[in-house]
């Protein structure tokens, strides 16, 4: 039943609810505070929302190791009637726990085994844990969420007994004994938020710290309890390599000592015909070199013949390349003669620019002047 620990959350938040309606006067239609009940009911609606999403990744990792623990039964009574190999059902098993990522997980290990597998055997192996494992039930279980509900329960409660007591002394302006009296019932309303919320808080706090610390570690033992079962009853050994080794070697002794056995039978003839085989390839090469004499003398002509033009046309690239560099020399000339003459040109266009920029210039006065002096001049013969 550890792993159904966290239904107990259940009857204590409607307990903590029930408490809090009760106090705030709710069930007897006397309420003293409207803030105060809405205040509790907002951070209850929180925690509420809080412990549903908790309910969700407790109950699938449940189903989860519930899988494991279900396949882990199958292959113990399988093995208990006698299939000892197992592993060639697994091998190549679809669905095996009829769950997503535990599958997901199981189809990976497969496709790392069969890349061990050969024609001579399974000749290495790995561990199913490095599939499934307690870090795939804390994916599972959103350990990263539920291992901070509990801070997250005690921080909420200290956060309303820091707002009740806000609300408390903010209503709490009394300047004498006779209105500080007046004040005292608005500054203990503020007060019980305070205290309820901490006082629930906390209590969430160490009952979902409880049940979450159940929860998962009852999910690591069965997991621990399903890979048992596995390496017990079908993960396959892989095949032991200096046992190979040392049969080869076995084998490749008996086949030397048969082949020298073989050796020793033909020792005799295998001489009188390495002898016969000498005296054949002797008078065929003697017949070769009859037969040929006169065509090896035409080929070393002719390979002379080669050797000359070769030389020739080697003399050749030689003066070609004497020229090549010399053209190369006299293009290098006349580039830099080439940049020069740009180099004077640039140097005229901005002289000749200046010049025109000065006509340009003189132009203008002097348009200015005969204005001025038609001007003047219509001045005068209009006077």
Same mark, same amino acid.
């Given at each position: 039943m550890k792993?159904r620990?966290y239904?107990f959350l259940?009857p204590?938040y409607?307990?903590?609810?029930g408490?809090?309606l009760?106090?705030?006067g709710v069930f007897s239609?006397q309420?003293t505070?409207?803030?105060?009940?809405a205040?509790?009911?907002?951070?209850?609606l929180?925690i509420g929302?809080?412990?549903l999403?908790?309910?969700?990744?407790?109950?699938?990792l449940n189903?989860?190791?519930?899988?494991?623990i279900?396949?882990?039964?199958k292959?113990y009574d399988?093995y208990e009637?006698?299939?000892?190999?197992?592993?060639e059902?697994?091998?190549?098993?679809?669905?095996v726990?009829?769950?997503?990522i535990l599958d997901?997980?199981?189809s990976r290990?497969? %496709?790392? !085994?069969r890349?061990? *597998?050969?024609?001579?055997g399974?000749?290495?192996?790995?561990e199913? &844990?490095?599939?499934l494992?307690?870090?795939?039930?804390?994916?599972?279980g959103?350990?990263?969420y539920?291992?901070?509900?509990s801070g997250?329960?005690?921080g909420l409660?200290?956060?309303?007994?820091?707002?009740?007591?806000s609300i408390g002394?903010?209503?709490?302006?009394?300047?004498?004994?006779?209105?500080?009296?007046?004040?005292?019932?608005?500054?203990l309303?503020?007060?019980?938020v305070?205290?309820?919320?901490?006082v629930?808080?906390?209590?969430f706090?160490?009952?979902?710290?409880?049940a979450?610390?159940?929860?998962?570690?009852d999910?690591?033992d069965k997991?621990?309890?399903?890979l048992?079962v596995f390496r017990e009853?079908?993960?396959?050994?892989a095949?032991n390599?200096d046992?190979?080794? %040392?049969? !080869?070697?076995?084998y *490749?002794?008996n086949?030397a000592n048969?082949?020298?056995?073989?050796? &020793?039978l033909l020792k005799?003839e295998a001489?009188?015909q390495a002898?016969?085989l000498d005296k054949?390839a002797?008078?065929?090469?003697a017949?070769i070199?009859r037969?040929?004499?006169t065509?090896?003398?035409r080929?070393?002509?002719?390979?002379?013949?080669?050797?000359n033009t070769q030389?020739?046309?080697?003399?050749?690239?030689?003066?070609m390349?004497?020229?090549t560099?010399?053209?190369?020399q006299?293009n290098?000339?006349?580039q830099?003669a080439?940049e020069?003459?740009?180099?004077r040109q640039?140097?005229?266009?901005?002289?000749?620019q200046?010049?025109?920029?000065r006509?340009e210039?003189t132009?203008?006065?002097?348009?200015e002047e005969i204005?001025?002096?038609l001007?003047t001049?219509?001045?005068?013969?209009? !006077?």
């Open positions: 792993n620990l239904y259940l204590v409607l307990f903590v609810v408490f809090v009760m106090v705030n239609g309420v505070s409207v803030g105060n009940l205040i509790n009911l907002t951070f209850l929180l929302i809080l412990f999403i908790s309910f969700f990744s407790f109950s699938r189903r989860m190791t519930d899988k494991l279900d396949e882990a039964n292959i399988a009637k006698g299939n000892l190999k197992l592993w059902t697994y091998r190549s098993k679809d669905n726990f009829e769950d997503d997901e997980a199981f290990y497969q %496709k790392k !085994m890349s061990f *597998q050969t024609k001579h399974l000749m290495g192996r790995c199913l &844990e490095d599939y494992n307690e870090d795939l039930l804390n994916q599972a959103m350990n990263y539920n291992s901070a509900i997250t329960m005690t409660g200290i956060l309303g007994t820091f707002i009740g007591l002394l903010g209503s709490f302006n009394g300047n004498d004994i006779y209105t500080i009296s007046d004040n005292v019932g608005p500054l309303d503020g007060m019980k305070a205290f309820h919320t901490s629930y808080g906390i209590l706090s160490l009952v979902f710290q409880f979450y610390r159940s929860v998962m570690a999910a690591y997991l621990h309890e399903f048992d009853c079908v993960e396959p050994t095949n390599t046992a190979n080794t %040392k049969a !080869m070697l076995v *490749q002794a086949m048969s082949m020298k056995q073989i050796t &020793e005799g001489r009188e002898e016969s054949m002797q008078n065929f090469a017949m070199e037969a040929l004499e065509d090896f003398d080929l070393g002509k002719t390979l002379q013949k080669a050797c030389e020739a046309c080697a003399d050749n690239y030689q003066s390349a004497g020229t560099r010399e053209l190369l006299t290098r000339v006349l830099k080439l020069d003459t740009m180099e640039e140097a005229m266009a901005r002289k000749l200046e010049q025109s920029e006509i210039a132009c203008n006065t002097i348009n204005s001025n002096q001007y001049y219509a001045e005068t013969h209009d !006077m």
